[in-house]
C-alpha cells in the first residue's frame, strides 16, 4: 500500500508542464506562487494550477488557453477561484485577449473549480450533457451550456473543438483539439510518460485503452499532447496510455 501510494503521489505532484516536444521547444511565459503559464506552441498555452487535496496532498493540474486575434479558449478551469481570477487578468494584460468560453473536460474539481469566477465575469462555459449532469449531482460547479457528443467553436479566425470519444478517466471525459497547430489538450484521460493509473474512483478501466485507441486514431497527425497532470509530450503519451491500461 504504501509503495502504491508513493507512485501515485509522483504522479500528481509533477510541476509544470515545461517538457519540450518535437514541434516547439516550450517555454514558460509566467510563473507565480500559485499559477504557471507555459507556451508550447505559437498560440496554445498550459495553464498549471495546484488543487489542495485529502489523499494526495498538493497536486498540479494542467489546462489550455488556445488564442487567435485577440480571443480566447480555455479548457479546464484552474483549480480554484482565486487562480482563475489571476489566470483571466494575465490573458487580459499579457495577450490582450478576450476570452470566448471555457469549456471543462470532466466533472472533476481540477476541471470546474474556477467556474464560479468565469461566471462573474461573464464568460460562457460549455460541457458536455453528462458533464453537466455529473457536476449537478456531486454538488459542484456547473457548467452553463450542454453540448452533446462534440462542440466546435470559432476563436478569431481559428476553430477548437471537444469531442467525448468514449469512457476512461470519468465517463464524461472530453478531448480538446486545436487543429491549426494539432494540439490536444487530452485532460486526464491521458497520462504523462511513466505516470500510474491514479485516481480510479470515477473510472472505466476497461474501456480505457479503446477511448484512447479512437483519439489516437482521429488524430494521426497531432503534435503537442497535454495530459490533465505532469509533463507534455506527443504521441507517445498516447502510445503509453492505452500500453498501462491493457496491463491487468
Not at 489523499?55 to 484552474?78: H, M, Q, W, Y
Not at 469531442?163 to 489538450?185: K, S
Not at 470515477?202 to 484512447?212: C, G, S
Request: glycine content about 6%; proline content about 6%; overall charge positive.
Amino acid at each position: 500500500m504504501k509503495t502504491l501510494l508513493a507512485l501515485l503521489l509522483c504522479a500528481v505532484l509533477a510541476g509544470p508542464a515545461t517538457a519540450q516536444t518535437a514541434a516547439y521547444p516550450a517555454k514558460t511565459v509566467y510563473q507565480s506562487a500559485a499559477l504557471t503559464i507555459t507556451q508550447v506552441s505559437p498560440n496554445a498555452f498550459v495553464h498549471t494550477s495546484f488543487l489542495q487535496t485529502d489523499s494526495f496532498g498538493k497536486v498540479a493540474c494542467n489546462g489550455l488557453i488556445v488564442r487567435s486575434r485577440r480571443e480566447a479558449v480555455i479548457f479546464d478551469t484552474p483549480a480554484t477561484e482565486s487562480d482563475s481570477r489571476e489566470l483571466l487578468a494575465w490573458l487580459r494584460k499579457e495577450l490582450r485577449c478576450r476570452v470566448k468560453a471555457v469549456i471543462p473536460t470532466h466533472f472533476h474539481e481540477d476541471c470546474v473549480g474556477g467556474l464560479p469566477e468565469f461566471r462573474r465575469q461573464r464568460i460562457p462555459s460549455y460541457a458536455s450533457q453528462q458533464t453537466i449532469a455529473y457536476a449537478q449531482q456531486r454538488r459542484a460547479p456547473v457548467p452553463e451550456r450542454a453540448f452533446t457528443d462534440s462542440l466546435t467553436l470559432r476563436v478569431g479566425t481559428t476553430k477548437v473543438q471537444a469531442t467525448f470519444f468514449g469512457e476512461g478517466h470519468t465517463r464524461d471525459n472530453v478531448v480538446g483539439y486545436f487543429p491549426a497547430e494539432q494540439v490536444m489538450f487530452g485532460g486526464c484521460l491521458i497520462k504523462e510518460l511513466n505516470a500510474p493509473k491514479g485516481n480510479l474512483a470515477d473510472a472505466n478501466v476497461q474501456a480505457w485503452p479503446a477511448t484512447v485507441q479512437r483519439v489516437r486514431q482521429q488524430y494521426p497527425r497531432v503534435q503537442v499532447v497535454v495530459p490533465g497532470h505532469g509533463q507534455v509530450g506527443g504521441q507517445s503519451l498516447l502510445d503509453y496510455t492505452i500500453q498501462l491500461f491493457q496491463q491487468p
